[in-house]
């Protein structure tokens, strides 16, 4: 072999081997890449006790009536625009004029608003059931229960939350407006109760 040939050979043997040294092997990304899947939140279920479609953790009205339009903060919807137009509600066992707690912590409310807006007055009203009222009841003392039950809510507002007392006008209206039928205990149940309305006076 000639020393030219055994050159050539030479130089493209390091050639080969260069170019091999050279590549970099494949790899597939495909197959080495890890699937990483989206963990699953699980939402707990929160309660709506009222039955308003406002659940619990956000209803700032916790026990609205039923059949009572509320708004978004399940509160009795009044259609209020600028300024402040509240309403509550309370009931009562039969009999008793006595405010349990659940509408003291309702009455709470109606309070930091009128503290809020210190123009607006609030009317109170007190009503009876036709079983709470009897025919004597009426000719001595008539609607003597309804009259008490406005008062414990207007002497609450004041010695709790101190709200001037010529902002709050009681009226007592007996059995003679129910807001239910007096043929059922529910009906009966329903009728027991003080209505009131806050608002800042008309333009």
């Not at 040939?5 to 050639?15: F, H, K």
């Not at 040294?21 to 939402?43: D, F, G, R, Y």
């Not at 402040?84 to 405010?99: N, Q």
Request: hydrophobic share 35%; proline share 6%; charged share 25%.
């Amino acid at each position: 072999m000639s020393n030219k040939l055994w050159t050539t050979i030479t130089t493209i043997a390091v050639l080969i081997s260069t170019l091999a040294a050279c590549q970099t092997p494949l790899k597939s990304t495909a197959l080495n890449q890890s699937i990483e899947e989206s963990p699953i939140t699980l939402v707990p279920d929160i309660p709506d006790s009222d039955g308003d479609g406002v659940p619990d953790d956000t209803d700032e009205c916790p026990a609205t009536p039923e059949n009572v339009t509320v708004d978004e903060r399940g509160c009795p919807f009044t259609g209020m625009g600028i300024g402040l137009k509240m309403e509550y509600r309370a009931f009562f066992a039969k009999g008793s004029s006595e405010l349990s707690k659940e509408y003291q912590l309702e009455l709470d409310k109606v309070a930091q608003k009128l503290q809020e807006y210190y123009t607006a007055t609030m009317r109170i009203e007190g009503h009876a059931s036709t079983d709470e009222v009897s025919a004597i009841d009426a000719f001595l003392q008539p609607n003597a229960l309804s009259r008490n039950r406005a008062l414990i809510v207007k002497n609450y507002l004041i010695m709790q939350h101190q709200i001037d007392p010529n902002r709050l006008s009681t009226f007592s209206y007996g059995a003679e407006q129910p807001i239910a039928p007096s043929d059922t205990e529910e009906g009966k149940s329903k009728n027991r109760r003080v209505y009131g309305m806050a608002q800042e006076p008309e333009d």
